[in-house]
């Protein structure tokens, strides 16, 4: 993997392009029950390696995608913030969605909110998007909150095309936010 670069910081937090020493906490965070609750499965070695693969691709493809999260206080790799586009039809896409994902002993402390903060205004102001939408199934409270901290607006609801629909998890929400950059 590049060196690190696209780099945001914020008050705590760094956001940067992955390097080697994310992947096994990377890894080790995809095979937590508690943190993979509201995705169909957690991922094994292999699978998270696959999506490490997907995530480098989307930046090169795009030239944005999902930022590693690095607290500037220990140095660790604590998760990630940043930028996909949806490879599902629905009727809100094409759009650019904006995603997290942190470990457990993290959470509780506002860096989602901090690292998703200062996607939006990259987005808007250096990436010149028009709109950025996030969503997450209904039950994931904790992911719905941060959509709400960081000024997102509910847009609907609606069913996950990639989850069977007999599974809690298909049922999603929708939120957005517009450009207030002119
Ligand atoms: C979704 C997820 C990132 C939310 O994490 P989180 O820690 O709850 O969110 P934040 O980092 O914004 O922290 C907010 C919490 O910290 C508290 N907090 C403490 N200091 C804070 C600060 N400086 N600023 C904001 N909040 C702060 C808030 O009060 C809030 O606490 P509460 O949950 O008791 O209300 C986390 O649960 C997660 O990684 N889940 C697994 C992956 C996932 O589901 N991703 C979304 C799928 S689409």
Request: some cysteine; glycine content about 4%.
């Amino acid at each position: 993997m590049k060196t690190p670069s696209h780099i945001l910081t914020t008050e705590r937090l760094i956001l940067r392009n992955w390097i080697d020493t994310d992947t096994s906490a990377f890894i080790a965070m995809n095979k937590d029950y508690e943190v993979m609750k509201f995705f169909p499965k957690t991922l094994t070695d292999s699978e998270t390696l696959e999506l490490l693969e997907r995530i480098k691709l989307h930046f090169e493809k795009n030239s944005f995608g999902l930022f590693a999260v690095e607290s500037k206080s220990t140095k660790q790799f604590i998760g990630f913030t940043g930028f996909s586009i949806p490879t599902f039809n629905a009727f809100f896409t094409p759009c650019v969605e904006i995603g997290w994902r942190y470990k457990k002993e993290v959470w509780g402390q506002g860096f989602a909110t901090e690292a998703a903060l200062a996607c939006l205004r990259y987005g808007f102001e250096t990436l010149g998007f028009d709109k950025i939408v996030s969503f997450t199934s209904s039950v994931n409270k904790k992911s719905e909150d941060v959509m709400k901290r960081i000024g997102m607006k509910f847009k609907a609801n609606f069913e996950h095309p990639k989850i069977e629909t007999t599974n809690i998890l298909c049922k999603h929400i929708l939120y957005e936010i517009h450009s207030t950059v002119k």
